[in-house]
């Protein structure tokens, strides 16, 4: 019998330094463990580039829809709730001030959306390949950043037409990005992990954002909520956010220190909750999927 | 004296099994009722716990090639599992040594849409290659595929053929310590098995240590040098792999190798003598679940008779049918001129089949007996003979599946430098 050795190996496997894997039983909670994502990053790059490109693969018009997309809502919202419904924003037109609100929320939304059936469209890999599983939510929500940065764009485009001027509130932009996502990535692993074991999740997630978009101050300014209500309102992390957004972009009102520092605190308890119940639930994944 | 690979010590998998839902998830709501219902209870449906695997313990060396052995259901595939990690253990604990690399599957998490080199990213990434380890064995993994050509179409507009090539090359260029690999081999044309064969030796003569469940006992013949036997989620059996295979094909056999036709209705003839069991046994008359293409086999015939006689004209003889149905051959005792045969009040006739040349599958075959001329007993689907790959030819090499039915005893030379006369 022939046992054909063609192409020389590269040689014994080195000895030393070997990695050891313990596999043992758990059950319950455990602590976080992130550094497992960071050894994973040419994978979660990977990923965030497949699903780009599946996206606008076979589009004849390619990234022309994620230009259009926000720009008709935001249109649809101006004539809707600024010409006829005449809500006030703050002094500035209606399209831009509409526009800034939606560049977060739809980074927000898209993420919870996209993410949030991640598991599922991926359950092949989850059930044949081992990495730790939040890489595969994570990336997701990370590939709507594309749009987000197509969008901030037409954004940048849109303030000098309505003769709004750049200010150095724009500084403030990287830091209300981390912000955005690391709260888009703290409710996408929680909602993720739970769609896997109830289906349910499928179907409420869009009224879910839908009734979340209306208890932000995407389409109405935030002055409009009656101060009585102003606390219960500030909750929602999204409100210091666009509130942010807003103050950076079209340098509306105050800096609004209070809602930021809540979306803060409310952001880093969702992130943590979120990735300690993925944690918890992701070990029965591939016998659940 | 070599380090250890694998240790793994009393590992165990269980599921729970739930009898009233249909399907393996949830709906909020039934969770929310039941909770309604039963606010104390966990559970209100009917559990049953499912040991997958049950405390199994083994050692695997560094270098060494394990096979691991056993019918569907066996288990084979939840170890599998739990050593590469994709699913956690109940019982027990396993230590790995060194970085894994696992091939379950042949192309996981190939993307119809994408194009060849974006999936050779892709997969290897997902297999746990780094960006770079990639870039510098892509040209070697693409040679390997032969898809060179191909590279930036979409491998849904791939063949087959080229599908599990590409598939199978980004797997084989990965470069772990410890290689975990589940039946990959079956599949692609003969061709290419042979090319992920030789692939595999090389992987297992470089001293890398590696894990390889198959049904295809030539394979592992030809692959492993230890061989662990798993039977209903428990070690049967663990050594060399030679014998392992043995175990493997002769554990259990008593109750599968006999086929009990005592309670068969459903026959035709007069009924003096009937047959009550058949038995597939090997050489030395030891039964066997299943047989290995090339190893010689004797298939016995049980029955009782109303009318013994010291000699008698006997056509015993029985069909095979492939699974299609289609009437393979016929062996019997006119063609070989022994019809003259005694027959006890019970006994057993007896066929030899030397080097048994039927490619690994599962054939059905039709029983019949005529004594003195008369038809006695006749039975449709009397028994099946369950065939896996062997070492017919002595090659070792793998014989194709999709290439028939039947195996021949065949030889080939060359006269490089004649013509053949043609006649006129």
Redesign the interface.
Known sequence: ???????P??G????HN?????????SGWAALELGDLWRYR??I???I??DV??RY??TALGIVWVILQPLVAALIFAVIFGRYAKLPSAGVAYLPFVFAGMLPWNLFAGSLQRAGNSLIS?S????????PRMVIPVSSSIAVLVDFFVALVVMLVLLPIYAIPFSLNLLLLPFLLVLTLALAIGVSLFLSALN??????MYALPFLVQVWMYASPVVYSADLIPGALKGVFAINPMVGVIDGFRWALLSLGDFPALSLLISVVMSVVLFILGALVFQRVE??F???? | MP?VAIRVENLGKS?QITHSTRS??????E?LLRLLRQPFSRSASKRETFWALRDISFEVK?GEVLGIIGRNGAGKSTLL????????????????????G?L??VG??F?P??TGR?NV??NG????M??REIERRFD?IVAFAEVEQFLDTPVKRYSSGMYTRLAFAVAAHL?P?ILIVDEVLAVGDSKFQEKCL?KM???A????TVLFVSHNMAAVQ?LCSHGLVLEMGKTVFSGAAGEAIDYYLTSGAENIAMTDLSERRDRKGEGNLQFTAVEVCNAHGKPIQSILSGQDLLIRFQYHCNQPAARATINLAFNVYNIYGVLLTNLNTRDVDKMELPIGEVGYFECHWPHFNLRSGIYNCALFCEVNGRIEDWLQSAFQLHVEDGNFHG???LIGREQGDVLVDYDWAAQPDAQLAIQS
């Open positions: 019998m022939q046992l054909e050795q063609t192409s190996q590269a014994e496997p080195a000895r070997r990695i050891h894997t313990r596999i043992l039983p758990v040419d994978l790059v990977i990923l580039t497949r490109k599946l693969k076979q991926d092949k890999l989850i059930s044949k390949v081992y990495f896997v074991y109830y289906r349910d999740f070990r029965n591939a016998d659940v999927i | 380090d599921y393996g998830y949830k709906t909020l709501q969770d560094d599992k739990i050593l590469s990690r994709i699913t956690k253990p109940t019982t027990g604990s396993a230590d790995v040594y060194g970085r894994v696992s379950l599957e996981t998490g993307h849409e994408l974006e990213y892709l990434a997902i297999l746990g780094s960006r070697e470069d310590e030789g030796s090389d992987v003569h470089s001293g890398r030809q090659t070792g090499l």
